[in-house]
């Protein structure tokens, strides 16, 4: 499992209304990169856009003691779950096994993310002409140094797919300015992987593809 440039911090604030003092590892993430996090049950999960308009392909994995098991975020069963689009804070998305695995507890950004949209992959970008490009699909396996079968659906982070009246897709640039971040608790044991979504060939990333940062407090 890849590790990025991790620093710890002790700090003392107030946390979702709670003061209480916490140990801060941030992770960052570099742009068309992916990194992975073990997080314990209870542990709080922060994925902050550092320079602006970038998306974060979000993944988590149900874990063990001896590693991840095939258990993970459904975006899928989460839309059942809630029955909404994306879910509202203090909502959870569920695994393929429907069992809470996050729960949003906070956002700071605009509030635009998706559950609808897979991971960029391989044939994707074959299809738009620039085959052999970095993909979260590429991330997610790179991050986890598994070779999984079958990448599940992401959480799309800060992605702004808005649904036309006439049930079309819209491609827009993510809305969120440098600092933004969206924060989960985690229900369960889990490995939680972000990919910094290398799309180029769209404008979803604004300008270019740059950082995120994961931030773990217990």
């Not at 998306?55 to 258990?71: K, M, N, Q, R, W």
């Not at 070779?147 to 819209?170: E, Y």
């Not at 491609?171 to 979504?197: H, K, M, N, Y």
């Amino acid at each position: 499992m890849s590790i990025g440039d991790i620093s710890t911090e002790q700090a003392s604030r107030s946390w979702l209304g709670c003061g209480m003092t916490q140990t801060t590892s941030r992770t960052k993430v570099p742009a068309r990169t992916g990194r992975a996090v073990r997080v314990d049950r209870g542990d709080l999960i922060r994925v902050t856009d550092l320079a602006g308009q970038q998306v974060g392909d979000l993944f988590a994995y149900v874990a063990t003691p001896d590693g991840i098991t095939s258990e993970h975020l459904s975006a899928s069963h989460t839309r059942a779950a809630v029955s909404r689009l994306f879910p509202a804070i203090g909502e959870s998305f569920v695994t393929d096994r429907r069992r809470p695995v996050l729960t949003m507890v906070e956002d700071t950004s605009p509030g635009q993310h998706d559950l609808l949209i897979a991971a960029c992959d391989d044939a994707r970008y074959a299809g738009l002409g620039a085959p052999d490009h970095p993909s979260c699909a590429r991330n997610l396996r790179d991050a986890l140094g598994v070779d999984v079968a079958v990448v599940p659906q992401p959480v799309n982070i800060f992605m702004r797919v808005p649904i036309g009246p006439d049930n079309t897709l819209g491609w827009l640039p993510a809305a969120t300015r440098p600092g933004d971040s969206i924060t989960f608790r985690a229900e369960l044991d889990c490995v939680v992987v972000v990919s910094a979504c290398p799309q180029d060939l769209t404008v979803i990333n604004g300008q270019t593809p740059t950082d995120l940062a994961i931030d773990v407090l217990r």
